[in-house]
């Protein structure tokens, strides 16, 4: 039930999300965007869809 | 750009610039000032930034809770990064701190299962742990129902 990540992908991961947080260019993610970044990562299924 | 976009965009990045500089998220009062706005077109942006899920703000209130990935509030995951102790709303969020503030830094926290005390030292952009997971009860399109509990 749920879904597990190894440490180095939840950091990936984390790195991915908010490296440029700062940036005064930043906008919040669309689903769509927010569902590629899990597909890239290998993050895929019902758990991690955002999208219809 | 809409012009109500424009301060919303202004208002997140000095919510960041002062968190990030202070340690501690500002009062509408401060970024008003900053800004040279009046207070009341801030708190409406707050809430604007709040209802896009861009800010976490206190309930009821116009003061802020979660600039994602940093918490106002202690949590039980740590972060010393840049020369300061912060702390995340989740793991998620310890990591995205060390990865918001230059790649190195370290996280520390409690397992939930045995409540041992776990660290994570991350340099250069590089995490020192090989083992261990992280586990993910709430499916990805549920995290916002409850942001405060996820």
Known sequence: MGASLTIQQQWELARVWYADRLSPDWRRRTPEEAEAVFTSMGLTGEFWQLTD | MDPDKSVDAAVRVQVYRFFVDQGRPP?????AETLHMDQAPVEDSLRRLAAEHVLVLAPG???IWMANPLSAIPTPFS?????RTWFGNCIWD???VVAMLGGTGTVRTWCPDCHDRLEVSVADGRPSVAEGVVHFAVPAAHWWDNIGFN
Do not use: H, Q, R
């Open chain 2, 27 to 31: 009062v509408p009062a401060e970024i």
């Open chain 2, 61 to 63: 209130t116009p003061y």
């Open chain 2, 79 to 83: 972060v010393e990064a840049a020369g």
């Open chain 2, 94 to 96: 310890a990591l995205g």
